[in-house]
């Protein structure tokens, strides 16, 4: 099916060839090395400030503003220029041409790949950005276009993110002046690409990385359209006369964005079968992967839902309701008479608007974890999924452990039975998970009334997953401690917890610092002397290995970088172990050299390991964008252990339930960069003071388990590598890896593989540990 879809793209850049193309009311000032336009001019007004093309590939990004070679025009008339240029993997092919009745300038595009080409990696934004659009400062406000073609003029304040452009359900943008009467649209014209290779609109430009981690082969050509249509004092009369000059005339076919999403929902379902068939509803088993309302459960049926964990585990399963009659008021009970703890949620679908979208297509994504009862299921509702959680303590009897989930209707009918097995393994997974995560508690005042940073910290640990608690420590003017005794008590409940990486607040940092001169003397004794105090409590606890100063971030200032250079000296000078936390971006900084935690995307990290090899200790550093909604469920799954195969020791996002209260509507929306791909739903969407998990959260969970088992089996193979136990467990963890991950960039396989290869390395842990 073809189709169209009207959309704005709002920031980046994009650029062409020294000299200018005129036509008509455009003006394209093209850049000096030839690939782009640097400006874009229309009626005599800047409209559009840069473009550029951009990708990211091999762990780094590459754009058409470097690295180019071979630029040439190949046709050039007085309406259309048509360049081509080599820059990495690419040879690209850039054609633009002004158009009239409407005025609009349509820029079409090719990438044909020189060979294979591993696109993206664990630290997105992966994939291709094409174009990248830099808009004037004085467009503020943004059109959203209807499908009855009538505008509506937004400020940024009505976007979440204040990343304005989202397309949002089936609307599309434009940019405007804050008066509404200037501006433009952009404009693409579905009919041009293929169904399965549609670009999803990004705040920055067209995103061509539906999914994160994919090979883009020999010889594959990326292609790109779109039109840039301004409008002076008549915005609803552009649009209208650009649809029909560019556009199928049929609506449905021009807003449909679900093609992908519709694709999508066919996919069999790997990890299900059928474990109950009534009268009244069907009910299918399996694990933590995406299921639709549409998706068809297999034809395989079972007689229990069987699970497998080791000792100290959560344990996921989904339960999948169907109902052939409609039903109310169902509602579920558990029985795990062995087990302490035992949860059922609804999967609930994510809101549209949410930026966690970006990499996805429109659609209904199951993602929020809500109260589990359902008022009312009807027979042509389709599918509801239910996710199972059941907790493992570290004390368990290893065996078979039998349980039963009962769902009722109204008060106390019992329609179904489903029955557990689970089936525990005679060891136990270490308390600190070997992989350190910090997803951090960070929020807006405006939330504070809904939100308590300690039940989120709480609840990840519940999950095995580790994050930096903040410590308060405060210091007199001197750099005395006011309150030791408390900092000593912290130190022992975090450690007592599991916590793998929490840090120590109200330091020294240079927003916080008493001292205005914090290059002095009295700075450097203010610094000394807090550390000295804070290092020995730390020795005392031993929570040296655990704890680290976040005292080397923000520092993309040449000057404040500096400062944090003579800081980690002086701190160095008297606590040598205290170890220093650095984030690094591109340009590397400086301050890598005194930091023992380096931080930053791969393609930074890459060039700091080859810098200082096995010195360091390296952490990702990004946004969220493994966990960004409409991926596969495997995307942040397989995180962890793609992450351990770079040797990098933990995973940093800025924040996971990072949200903000909208000005107009009172609603929760993610607050800014930082929230853009929170793991929690706030509290309008669960029960008051319970935080709302989400299925990225719980894939997230299960690529650390997975890393564990991983890293307890190849410990446990390096103390026996002889026998005939320990080569097989070698063969077969060599093989399974290479084989679902065969690089960082790269993963394979479906739900149903990851969890056999974790049965797989849970039967040979057992097996080495009995030896």
């Not at 299921?291 to 395989?300: D, E, H, N, T």
């Amino acid at each position: 099916m073809r189709k169209f879809l009207f959309l704005l793209v709002t920031v980046g850049s994009f650029m062409l060839c020294g000299g200018e193309l005129t036509s008509g009311k455009f003006r394209l000032v093209i850049r000096e090395n030839g690939t782009a336009p640097r400006e874009i001019y229309y009626d005599g007004s800047r409209l559009i400030r840069n473009l550029f093309y951009s990708w990211y590939v091999r762990g780094d990004w590459f754009s058409d503003r470097s690295k180019v070679q071979n630029v040439k025009v190949i046709s050039q008339s007085e309406n259309q220029l048509k360049i081509e240029y080599s820059c990495m993997d690419f040879l690209v092919q850039a054609e633009y041409t002004v158009l009239s009745d409407p005025d609009a300038l349509k820029v079409e595009f090719y990438l044909k790949s020189f060979r294979d080409v591993r696109l993206g990696g664990i630290d997105p934004p992966g994939g291709f950005y094409l174009p990248l659009i830099s808009r004037d400062k004085r467009f503020t406000h943004y059109y959203t276009v209807e499908k009855d073609l009538s505008l509506t003029l937004k400020s940024k304040d009505d976007f979440p993110l204040l990343l304005v452009g989202f397309a949002l359900d089936n609307c599309a943008a434009a940019v405007a002046t804050p008066d509404g009467k200037e501006g433009y649209f952009i404009l693409i014209d579905r009919r041009f690409y293929d169904e399965d290779k549609e670009p999803t609109i990004e705040p920055g430009g067209l995103c061509y990385a539906k999914e994160v981690c994919r090979i883009i082969k020999k010889d594959e050509v990326i292609k790109g359209q779109f039109y840039i249509v301004p409008f002076k004092d008549n915005a609803g009369s552009a649009i209208k006369q650009a649809i029909g000059k560019f556009c199928d005339p049929d609506p449905e076919k021009r807003w449909d964005l679900l093609s992908s999403y519709r694709k999508r929902v066919r996919e069999p379902l790997s990890t299900f079968a059928v474990v109950a068939d009534n009268d009244k509803f069907t009910a299918g088993c399996g694990g933590t992967e995406h299921v639709f309302p549409q998706s068809v459960l297999p034809p395989k049926k079972v007689d229990r839902i069987a699970l497998e964990s080791a000792k100290n585990q959560p344990v996921f399963a989904q339960i999948v309701l169907k109902a052939k009659e409609d039903l109310k008021d169902l509602s579920f009970i558990l029985s795990f008479p062995t087990l302490k703890e035992a949860r059922i949620n609804r999967i609930g679908f994510a809101p549209s608007d949410y930026p966690g979208t970006a990499f996805a297509t429109a659609g209904m994504y199951p993602d929020i974890l809500q109260n589990a009862e359902i008022a009312e299921l009807k027979a042509a509702d389709g599918n509801v999924s239910l996710l199972l959680t059941l907790m493992v303590p570290e004390n368990i009897a290893a065996g078979i452990h039998d349980g039963s989930v009962k769902i009722i209707s109204g008060k106390d009918t019992v329609i179904g039975t489903l029955d557990v097995s689970l089936k525990i393994y005679d060891f136990a997974l270490p308390k600190r998970s070997s992989f350190r995560t910090a997803f951090l508690a960070w929020t807006f005042g405006t939330y504070e009334k809904n939100f308590k940073a300690e039940q989120y910290v709480a609840d990840q640990r519940k999950l095995r997953i580790t994050t930096p608690v903040e410590i308060t420590a405060p210091a007199d003017k001197e750099g005395n401690l006011l309150k030791p005794d408390r900092l000593r008590r912290d130190l022992k409940a975090v450690l007592a917890a599991g916590d793998t990486c929490f840090r120590l607040a109200d330091v020294f940092m240079w927003r916080r610092m008493p001292i205005k001169d914090k290059m002095s003397k009295e700075a450097e004794a203010y610094i000394k002397n807090y550390t000295s105090q804070v290092y020995a409590i730390m020795k005392e606890t031993g929570a040296l290995p655990y704890v680290w100063f976040l005292m080397a971030d923000e520092t993309h200032r040449p000057d404040l970088n500096q400062k944090h250079i003579v800081w980690c000296k002086w701190v160095k000078e008297v606590a040598p172990e205290l170890r220093i936390f650095s984030t690094q971006n591109h340009p590397l900084f400086e301050i890598a050299d005194h930091a023992d935690i380096l931080c930053g995307p791969l393609s930074s990290i890459q060039k700091l390991q080859a810098k200082y090899g096995d010195s360091k200790e390296y952490w990702l550093y990004e946004n969220g964008f493994p966990f960004t909604l409409g991926q596969s469920e495997v995307i942040p799954r397989s995180m962890p252990l793609r992450g351990r195969q770079a040797k990098l020791a933990g995973y940093h996002q800025w924040s996971s339930c990072c949200w903000r209260t909208g000005k107009k509507d009172g609603k929760f929306r993610p607050g800014y960069f930082h929230g853009t791909a929170a793991v929690y739903y706030p509290p309008e969407f669960g029960t008051s003071g319970v935080p709302v998990r989400s299925m990225r959260l719980i894939n997230c969970t299960q690529g650390i388990i997975d890393f564990d088992s991983v890293d307890m089996l190849e410990r446990l193979i390096a103390a026996d590598p002889g026998t005939a136990v320990g080569k097989e467990a070698a063969e077969y963890l060599q093989k399974e890896m290479k084989k679902l991950y065969p690089d960082v960039y790269t993963i394979s396989g479906t739900s149903a593989d990851w969890d056999l290869f974790r049965k797989g390395v849970f039967e040979r842990i057992e097996k080495l540990m009995k030896k």
